[in-house]
């Protein structure tokens, strides 16, 4: 599984081998099963989520009740209330799968870890 979130990252920002072994033991499997809620309202976003396998929904619920999609996200793509977790401030949106997924999830905390660790690099 990690070689698939390595692959993705390649795409963007070339890696050595030490790099992308650091990278890919900050990601934590995680099984989602369908209808299951990965973020909510209120809630802080404490992960970023890339799905592995399945498909996500992204929308938020305006006044008169009426939900609004914002963003789907499928295999080998991210997903998130992003605002919620860069400023780590409560989610305005729901994060929902919309089919059984498995998901790779990046924690705040091991992010800055990441991050602190790159810039000593």
């Given at each position: 599984?990690?070689?698939?979130?390595?692959?993705?990252?390649?795409?963007?920002?070339?890696?050595?081998?030490?790099?992308?072994?650091?990278f890919s033991s900050c990601f934590?499997?995680?099984?989602?099963?369908?209808?299951?809620?990965?973020?909510?309202?209120?809630?802080?976003?404490?992960?970023?989520?890339?799905?592995?396998?399945?498909?996500?929904?992204?929308?938020?619920?305006?006044?008169?009740?009426?939900?609004?999609?914002?963003?789907?996200?499928?295999?080998d793509w991210w997903i998130t209330?992003?605002?919620?977790?860069?400023?780590?401030?409560?989610?305005?949106?729901?994060?929902?799968?919309?089919?059984?997924?498995i998901i790779l999830q990046l924690?705040?905390?091991?992010?800055?870890?990441?991050?602190?660790?790159?810039?000593?690099?």
């Open positions: 599984m990690t070689n698939k979130i390595t692959s993705n990252i390649d795409k963007f920002v070339k890696l050595t081998e030490e790099e992308k072994e650091l934590k499997e995680v099984k989602i099963k369908k209808r299951q809620f990965i973020v909510q309202p209120n809630f802080t976003a404490k992960h970023r989520n890339y799905v592995f396998k399945g498909a996500f929904r992204a929308y938020v619920v305006a006044d008169e009740g009426q939900d609004h999609t914002i963003s789907f996200a499928i295999e209330d992003y605002n919620s977790y860069i400023f780590q401030q409560p989610a305005t949106m729901f994060v929902v799968a919309i089919e059984d997924s924690d705040y905390e091991k992010e800055q870890e990441l991050k602190t660790a790159k810039s000593q690099i």
